[in-house]
């Protein structure tokens, strides 16, 4: 998700340049990310808690690759814009689903050392979306980055998918209404 979330800070110049992007769409396309991002924490949070971490991060990072599709085969802004709300949308939940992840799986005692393994990885993120990012556009483009950003949401959406264990948070399924 830092990935995602900084990686215009880098090719933001190569959508300048293409789209003839100002100052206040740059900042459209940001608002959509986080927009999406900060307004679906409730509605995912309820869902995790009814379908568990492991299904609902993996199905919301498909959206994320969706986004980075729509994003590098967008024609304007506001198929730019679409595609940073849906990748908004998609990686919304990966935080919090390692945090649910680790109260489910783990001990107390490790939450500190889990949470800074964690932090440690997503701070990774944000460094590979700065001069890896930079290099990477030397040999490809802004919309084949994109697409390569899509294929590793997918694989980790896979790898969430197939070699996370599942383990539902209580077997006492609340009603909707009530969770709401």
């Known amino acids: 998700s830092f990935l995602f979330r900084n990686v215009n800070s880098v090719v933001f110049p ?3 340049s293409e789209f003839g992007l ?3 769409a740059l900042g459209l396309l940001t608002s959509a990310y986080f927009l999406t991002y900060g307004g679906s924490q409730l509605p995912l949070g309820i869902l995790m808690d009814r379908y568990g971490p492991r299904r609902v991060n993996a199905t919301m990072l498909l959206v994320a690759a969706a986004g980075a599709v729509v994003f590098a085969f967008a024609t304007g802004l ?3 814009a ?3 709300a849906l990748i ?3 990686v919304a939940v990966c935080l919090m689903a390692s945090m649910t992840a680790f109260v489910l799986w783990f001990p107390l005692e490790r939450m500190s050392t889990l949470v800074g393994w964690m932090l440690m990885v ?3 993120g944000a460094l590979a979306a700065t001069k890896p990012v930079e290099l990477a556009l030397r040999v490809i483009d802004w919309r084949t980055l994109f697409i390569v950003l899509a294929a590793y949401a997918v694989c980790a959406s896979l790898a969430i998918f197939l070699f996370v264990p599942e383990k539902a948070a209580s077997s006492q399924r609340i009603a909707l209404r009530s969770q709401i």
Do not use: I
Request: a neutral charge; proline letters at 6%; zero cysteines.
């Open 122 to 124: 997503g701070a990774s």
């Open 14 to 16: 190569e959508l300048t």
């Open 82 to 84: 679409f595609g940073r």
């Open 78 to 80: 506001s198929g730019l």
């Open 22 to 24: 100002t100052p206040g």
């Open 88 to 90: 908004g949308l998609g």
